[in-house]
């Protein structure tokens, strides 16, 4: 994300933290703009580790947890399940109610991209699984594969 889109999301985070009662500290905010500027998914460990790069400062691996925490109980960021990774989500500057979010995940490049799936399907999906016996702990879909350019690249 350019550095003029992080400020704008960080000023409407701000906002939205302050209309729902809670602070995004300056150590919050930092780990904000951390996954805000990556290009790609990190996980606590990268955060971490580009933290002290940004801002020459240590953060405790506990108070990066616990950060992302709050940032994804705000709805800031996503938690990839199964790659143990955190990113913004992409409807960080919308007001409108969110769904379980949806993946598509890159394996070669570790491309992300949250996808919207209308809530015919998404019921039906839903349908399915229950007729199947089956109660969802995640339910968020992750669903892996190889991006537009990483498909390219192969057929090289
Ligand atoms: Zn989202
Ligand atoms: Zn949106
Ligand atoms: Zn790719």
Redesign the pocket.
Known sequence: MMKQDVDQTISHALKSCQDSGVRLTPKREKVLRVLLEADSPLSAYDVVEQFRKDYAENLPAMSAYRILTFLLDNGFVHKLETTNQFLTC??I??D?P?QPPKFLICDQCNTVKELTISEDTLNELNRGIEEAGFTLVRKQLELHGLCEQCQKDTKV
Do not use: D, V
Request: with cysteine.
């Open positions: 992409n409807h500057r919308c409108h969110h």
